[in-house]
């Protein structure tokens, strides 16, 4: 069986202030579980892109190995795209970033990619803070290798198997803000109308710019136990082969900031989901590591920008780099003479 899109595209669909519609931002068929939210997080970076206007070739998407590290094949099918070695795409946007600033990078990743294997090179990509979009999709399991709890599993969760995680689960907002993230954020898949603007601000912040999305596996998270169960029914998956997925409706939320939200799963389990007030202090990071520390210790996802550095400086700007991309240096540039050179080494005795 194959699959392809519909070429034909509605004339008077609506176009951004460059002139593009949606559809120009969009990407190949998804190939994920039907249900799954990592496909939402995709809609809504297509979405964001196309509502802050930027050019589908001046983005450049990043990834690693994972669920989450396919994403960026179902959207913005016309930029750039570098799918990286597991644990590794902090390396391939920090150099990509110093050779030329003037593209948008926008790194997908997993709870696994990010918090396991790539846990080293993600601190010094916050300590340096690149200048890019940094989103995690999490739902605390390995999906393509049969569901094991990852880093981000909560203590006492129990796994598809039955069996309770024995360890605390690793914050990756919280370990953001403690390692001096200019930009945090935290969002449910589910939630389009807080993580498409979430998105939007992080592209537009100067500097490293982390969205952790809680974004629940549709096949190994669907059972009463995980704490960040999106399942099908107990009665049905459970007694079907591991690999068939039944077709399930995408769960989607909406409330208001300073409430809470009680969130019915396929399965009947019920996560809460609790929104940063309106008048929450964005500058703070003491404080927004208190709420984080505060709703986990409620058992809910405090969700919203938990903190914001107005004066955020790139790594571009703290190593005084060339603002114009390395691909665009000329012979002159690149190959100055022996006068320079002698003058270089000169400075150097």
Known sequence: MSYAKPNFRHPRLPKNALGYTVSDYDGAISTLCAGCGHDSISAAIR??????????????????????????????????????????????????????RDLTYIGISGDGDTASIGMGQFVHLIRRNVNMTYIVANNGCYGLTKGQDS??????????????????GIDLASLALLQGASFVGRSFSGDKEQLEPMIRAAIAHKGFAFIDVV?????????????????????????????????????????????????????GSVIHLHKAR???????????????????ENAKFLTGLLY?????QDLNQTLNLASRPLNDLGKVELCPGSRVLNSINEGLR
């Open 47 to 100: 979405n964001a892109c196309f509502l802050s206007s930027i050019q589908p070739h001046r983005i450049a998407k990043l990834s690693g190995i994972g669920c989450s590290s396919k994403t960026p094949t179902y959207f913005l099918g016309k930029s750039h795209g570098f799918n990286s070695v597991h644990g590794r795409m902090p390396s391939v946007a920090t150099g990509a970033s110093v050779a030329n």
């Open 308 to 312: 914001l550095d107005p004066n955020s």
């Open 215 to 267: 974004s629940p596996c549709v096949t190994f998270a669907n059972h009463v136990g995980s704490t960040k169960s999106y399942s099908a029914t107990r009665t049905q998956l459970d007694a079907m082969p591991l690999d068939f997925v039944p077709m399930r409706e995408e769960i989607r939320t909406q409330f208001d900031a300073g409430t809470s939200q009680a969130v019915t799963l396929h399965d």
């Open 278 to 296: 309106d008048d929450y202090r964005t500058d703070d990071r003491m404080a927004a590591l208190a709420s984080l520390q505060e709703s986990k």
């Open 151 to 168: 880093a981000t599993a909560d203590l006492g969760s129990l796994s598809k198997y039955g069996a309770a995680n024995q360890f605390e």
